[in-house]
């Protein structure tokens, strides 16, 4: 009897145990979306609001956004942030965007940017439309934050956009799981980041020229990237790096100094926390 009933309310335990879990382990997905790296893009008029293709790559923009929601979901997501990362932080229209996710657009006041949003509740980061780093060659459109600066590394590591917004999303626990661009860009992060998923939808091949896949083409393969990239999740680790965290910055035009910066050289400066977004404070104030 006693035997029996220990059978009884093992069995029971175990039935109810996944689904109790399925319903308790949130599983949030944060997809930062950029630009410059979806298919088709060649030249800054392509992703300004004046330039005469800007609705078309709108949707482009919202067309791969969508790829990597549904994907998401596919993969057990059980919620999912869109942020629009990309100059105003205006380009995605709210009703373009999967009605499953949650948009997060417009520029906020903080330090954390393309990754206004993130925090501990999100298990997974997703990069969309990203570049590669200012100076790199072979790239389409490759910048730093903007046009004047030259670079921007941490603790003697150069850094692309998306190699200080994994950086971010690190200090949450949280890893990139995910990235697509041009090839320069594609290769980049996973020196950087490691074996993580990737898609490069194009290819410099001279000057603004680039070789790569029709939209159709791009969102399929993002589907499948991001759906292989969150089901590795566990195996992805966070990125980063060792505080205190000392940046060097390197610009064109000087900017007046942050607070507790010091000036090391023509147009360059450095600047040390132990607290990461006191240090993209400093670099959003001399960038
Ligand atoms: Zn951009």
């Known amino acids: 009897m006693r035997r029996r009933m ?25 997809i930062s979306v950029d630009m410059e790296g ?13 330039g005469p293709d800007y609705a078309h790559f709108r949707d482009i923009m919202a067309g791969e956004t969508n790829a990597a929601v549904a994907a998401a979901f596919d993969a ?3 919620g999912v942030v869109v942020r629009d ?12 965007v999967d009605p499953r996710a949650r948009l997060l657009r417009g520029q906020g006041t903080g330090p954390k940017n393309m990754m206004e949003g993130i925090d501990e509740t999100f298990q997974a980061v997703v990069f969309i439309g990203y570049h590669a780093k200012a100076g790199t060659p072979n790239a389409i459109l490759e910048h730093t934050s ?9 603790n003697g590591v150069s ?18 799981v995910f990235a697509s661009g041009d090839r320069a860009l594609t290769d980049q992060l996973r020196v950087l980041l ?7 939808v194009k290819e410099e091949i001279g000057g603004d020229a680039s070789l790569g896949m029709s939209p159709q083409h791009a969102r399929e393969a993002i589907g499948r ?20 965290y000392t940046m060097t910055l390197k610009v064109r035009q000087e900017r007046p100094l942050y607070k507790g910066a010091e000036r090391v050289g023509p147009g360059e400066s450095r600047f040390t926390s132990a607290n990461l977004l006191d240090v993209l404070t400093a670099f959003n104030a001399m960038k």
């Open 76 to 78: 057990g997501a059980t």
């Open 38 to 50: 979806l298919a088709g893009v060649v030249t800054g008029s392509d992703v300004t609001a004046t």
């Open 194 to 200: 490691g074996p993580i998923e990737t898609v490069a």
């Open 159 to 176: 850094l692309p956009e998306g190699g200080y917004n994994a950086l971010v999303a690190g200090l949450y626990k949280v890893p990139v």
């Open 146 to 154: 903007n046009g004047n600066v030259v670079d921007f590394a941490i």
């Open 85 to 96: 990362s990309h100059g105003a932080k205006q380009n995605l229209r709210p009703s373009d």
């Open 6 to 30: 220990l059978v009884l309310m093992t069995a029971g335990v175990l039935a109810a145990l996944p689904a109790a879990r399925a319903q308790t382990r949130a599983f949030n997905v944060f």
């Open 225 to 244: 990237g991001v759906k292989r990239g969150l089901d590795r999740r566990a195996e992805l680790k966070p990125y980063v790096l060792a505080a205190p």
